[in-house]
C-alpha cells in the first residue's frame, strides 16, 4: 500500500496541466513589464525602479518569503564610463523539505529609451519574469522538495552585473546553492522551439528534462553550450553565466534571437502568446524533474568535480 501511494503521489507530481500557470496572469504580466510605462527598464532609471516595485508587489501578491527589506537586494557597480550604478536584485522563495537550493531566475532590466524610442523588451525579458512568477505562484500551492529561490536579476544587460552580485553575497549558503534554472526569452518563435542550454557541461540534465515536452507542444531541443564554439556558445550570453563559472549546474531556457531582438518592436504585439503559455508549462515540467532528481544531479556535479 505504501508503494502504491508513492507511486500516486510521484505520478501526480508530473501531471501538469496547460491550467497549472494561469495563461490570462501569464499574459497581464508580460503586458504589464513591457508597457511603454517602465520606459524600458534600464537598471538606474524611473522605469527599472517602477518594474522593481511591479514585481516585488507581485511577490507579496504571491505569497513568497522575503529574505529582508521587501525582496530587495541592492548592489552597485561601476559602468563602462566609471559610473556608479545602483541596480536592485529581487529575490523570494519557497522553503522546501531540504535546504538545498535551486535558483530559479530571470533579469527584469532591459535597455531603456534610444534615440526617443522605448525599447519594450516584451521577449527579452518581460517574458522570462512572467514565467518566474507563474512558476513561483505554481509552488507556493504544491510544495517543492528543495527550497526554491526566486530572483529577479538587475543589470544582465550591462553585463550580467546582478548575477554576479548576488554570488558575491549569496544571502544563503554558498554550498546549499546546487542548481540554477535561467529564463530568459521565452515568447517569440514561430517553430516551437525552446531551447535547454548546459547539457554539455552537466550531461545528466539531459537525461533529466529531455521529455519535459510531452504533451506540450514544445520542442526542447540542447545545444548552444559547446566549449570554443564562439558566440554559439551561450554559457556567459545571460545571467547563467556567473553560475557556470562557479561550477554551479544550470540550465538556461531561450529562443535563438529572431528579427525584433534589442529592437523597439520587442512589444507584446510581437510575442506568440499560445508558444508563451506552452513554454512555460514546459519550464514547469522541468523544475518539478530537477526537484525531484537534484540530489542525481549533486552527485554528479560532485563526482566531475573530483575528476578535474
Request: hydrophobic fraction near 40%; include cysteine.
Amino acid at each position: 500500500m505504501k508503494k502504491l501511494i508513492l507511486t500516486l503521489a510521484l505520478l501526480s507530481v508530473f501531471c501538469v496541466n496547460a491550467q497549472d500557470i494561469d495563461r490570462s496572469r501569464l499574459l497581464k504580466d508580460i503586458e504589464t513589464l513591457s508597457s511603454d510605462l517602465f520606459a524600458g527598464r534600464k537598471t538606474g532609471t524611473e522605469g527599472n525602479k517602477a518594474a522593481a516595485e511591479y514585481i516585488s508587489a507581485r511577490f507579496k501578491e504571491i505569497g513568497l518569503k522575503s529574505l529582508k527589506d521587501h525582496y530587495r537586494h541592492p548592489f552597485n557597480f561601476k559602468n563602462r564610463k566609471s559610473e556608479l550604478i545602483n541596480g536592485t536584485n529581487l529575490i523570494g522563495f519557497v522553503k522546501g523539505k531540504t535546504d538545498d537550493a535551486i535558483v530559479i531566475s530571470a533579469h527584469y532590466d532591459h535597455v531603456g529609451v534610444n534615440n526617443s524610442m522605448i525599447y519594450n523588451g516584451a521577449d527579452d525579458n518581460a517574458s522570462g519574469v512572467s514565467v518566474l512568477l507563474g512558476i513561483a505562484e505554481y509552488f507556493k500551492v504544491h510544495k517543492p522538495h528543495n527550497t526554491l529561490l526566486f530572483i529577479a536579476f538587475d543589470a544582465e544587460e550591462m553585463g550580467l552585473q546582478g548575477a554576479y552580485a548576488f554570488l558575491k553575497d549569496p544571502v544563503i549558503s554558498r554550498k546549499s546553492i546546487i542548481m540554477n534554472v535561467n529564463v530568459d526569452m521565452v515568447s517569440h518563435n514561430d517553430k516551437s522551439e525552446l531551447y535547454a542550454v548546459g547539457t554539455f557541461k552537466t550531461p545528466i540534465l539531459k537525461e533529466i528534462i529531455e521529455d519535459a515536452d510531452d504533451n506540450t507542444g514544445i520542442n526542447i531541443l540542447f545545444g548552444h553550450d559547446i566549449p570554443g564554439s564562439g558566440k554559439d556558445d551561450w554559457t556567459m550570453q545571460s545571467d547563467q553565466g556567473p553560475f557556470a563559472k562557479e561550477n554551479i549546474p544550470f540550465i538556461y531556457f531561450g529562443v535563438e534571437d529572431h528579427e525584433d531582438y534589442h529592437k523597439p518592436t520587442d512589444k507584446f504585439a510581437t510575442i506568440n502568446q499560445n508558444f508563451f503559455h506552452s513554454a512555460s508549462i514546459t519550464i514547469l515540467k522541468s523544475i518539478l524533474k530537477i526537484d525531484k532528481d537534484l540530489n542525481k544531479i549533486k552527485a554528479n556535479t560532485t563526482d566531475s568535480l573530483k575528476t578535474k
